[in-house]
């Protein structure tokens, strides 16, 4: 793939069908979608990355807490991100179970994809909220701490849409724009393309909103004190990833049925979204950047 790339030229754009991905590993009674599995993925690495934090001094909270933590955390990412495709980007979604069962219910057919970061972001503030009160822990912390590891699921999750050839980027002529197909690409099934060369906006998103705030997050806490300042983590991940989405939505192709609303407006509607992140993070950095950092000694919760 990486070939094609470097040999492409804006006369002869790549043609997204050439690349031979898959959406999936076939496992003869179903197949398993790079999307779910970067998802599960993503939630595993985080998990295991804050164990291993815990074991530092100066750790928020115990192990069993991290255990009941990504429990409900994959449970706000799945359920908030949901939600809050249906209310940002979709809301018909919240019409269409009027005259039908629940299984048709639109809402709930996750496998017919929609998800958004805002809302499950907020579904995993929710849930760290929750354990952080039923466990009288402190919550700024326990942000810190699982915000680190969170860059390495929207890495997956946006490598996951370009292999699905979905999300695509905006109209463009550079050398490395491709020309996707008409719908997410299926097995087996010759896709009809747009005919457009379009930016592979997927790729820019994993690589800043992924791996550029992946390296950012684990080089604070490993690298230097940072996680002794309560919501320094939370207030850069909040900030990076914000600018980082911000940016990104200018060569990323607006949702069609908020193409309108981008023309109106000037901005997509993420970069809508993204606005009070950015400026809720550069608060939460100056907090405590303007407060004494704890003793590297602080004991952890039992």
Known sequence: MLSLLAASTAADPIQFSSLGLQTGIQLGFFT????????LLGVIFAYWHTSRALKEPGAPM??????DLFFY????????GRLGYATFYEPALWTTFANDSWFSWRLVRLWEGGMSFHGGLIGVTVAMAWISWREKLNFIRVVDYVAVGVPMGMLLGRLANFVNGELWGRATDVPWGIVFCDGIAREGVKCATTGIVRHPSQLYQAGLEGLAMLVIMLSLFWLTRARYR???????FTTGMGIARFVNEFFREPDQQLADFAAR??????????????????????F??????LAAGTAAPA
């Open 265 to 286: 407006t000037g901005l997509s509607m993420g970069q809508w979204l993204t606005i009070p992140l950015i400026l809720t993070g550069l608060i939460v950095v100056i």
């Open 32 to 39: 398993l979608r790079f999307y779910s599995l970067a998802y």
């Open 62 to 67: 115990a192990q069993r807490h991290a255990d």
């Open 73 to 80: 955390c994959t449970l706000g990412v799945i359920i908030g």
């Open 230 to 236: 309560p919501g320094l983590l939370a207030g850069v």
């Open 288 to 293: 405590a950047l303007r407060n004494k950092p």
